[in-house]
């Protein structure tokens, strides 16, 4: 995949984005949450080895989970794999770990530089800390407004890359993003990203689960 600047991390190839892409659709249905290397095959045209490749190293970054069969027939056990997205049943020791070290360097920066802190709290904190490290691990320059809760990627590294594989990759991006906010958890999600008028412009929108419902239930009034 073509783009405007350094790449790594999990988005770093299309061929990537189309296996998470599938592993995070895979946990969204109600049938099945994990799939097969040959079903991954199946749906990408990719050879085996390949996916076994790229599985490996999402692997190893804290982004998939591999899982052995269960089977009650006689055969030889398949490798299942699913998305790390922090939820209860699917979390990642990796990403747990990614998360911690992140809130004790963001704690060591902040104790020598105590104006840095943001004033959302400490576990909002903690996941914005995470957030940061994820981003800036795959090849972005992340901008946080701790006010207005929006992340500026601008310019995006993927941007001159080809506009039909941009949406999946948005939304493959996305859900990472979240995937690392629940891991360090909190009561940030990742909205939305922004709607852009330059193809280099990037805004991810965040959002204070508590606050949403503070204001739903009245407890707050005349909050953005």
């Keep these: 995949m073509a783009n405007g600047g350094p790449v790594c991390g999990p988005i770093s190839s299309y061929s990537r984005v189309q296996i998470l892409h599938l592993l995070f659709e895979a946990g969204s249905s109600q049938t099945r949450a994990a799939v097969s ?14 996916v076994r490749e790229h599985l490996q190293r999402l692997i190893e970054g804290g982004y ?3 899982t052995i069969e269960h089977r009650t027939t006689r055969g030889r056990p398949r490798t299942l794999y699913s998305a790390a997205t922090g939820a209860p049943g699917a979390s990642s020791p990796v990403a747990r770990d990614k998360a911690k070290a992140a809130a004790r360097r963001g704690d060591l920066m902040r104790s020598v530089l105590p104006d840095s802190a943001p004033d959302l709290g400490r576990e909002a904190t903690y996941q914005l800390d995470a957030l940061v490290e994820h981003l800036e691990e795959s090849g972005f320059e992340p901008v946080v407004d701790d006010r207005r809760l929006t992340v500026d ?14 949406p999946m990759l948005c939304r493959v991006h996305l859900e ?49």
Excluded: F, K
């Design 153 to 166: 990627l601008s310019p995006c590294p993927h941007a001159a890359g080809r506009s039909e594989d941009r």
């Design 176 to 224: 990472l993003m979240q995937s690392v906010l629940n891991e360090a958890g909190g009561p940030l999600e990742a909205e939305c990203v922004r709607d852009a008028v330059l193809a280099s412009d990037c805004t991810v929108q965040l959002r204070d689960s508590t606050r949403q419902r503070q204001h739903r239930t009245g407890v707050v009034h005349g909050m953005a």
């Design 37 to 50: 290397i040959a079903e991954l095959c199946e749906a990408t045209g990719l050879h085996a080895n390949t």
């Design 64 to 66: 998939v989970i591999p």
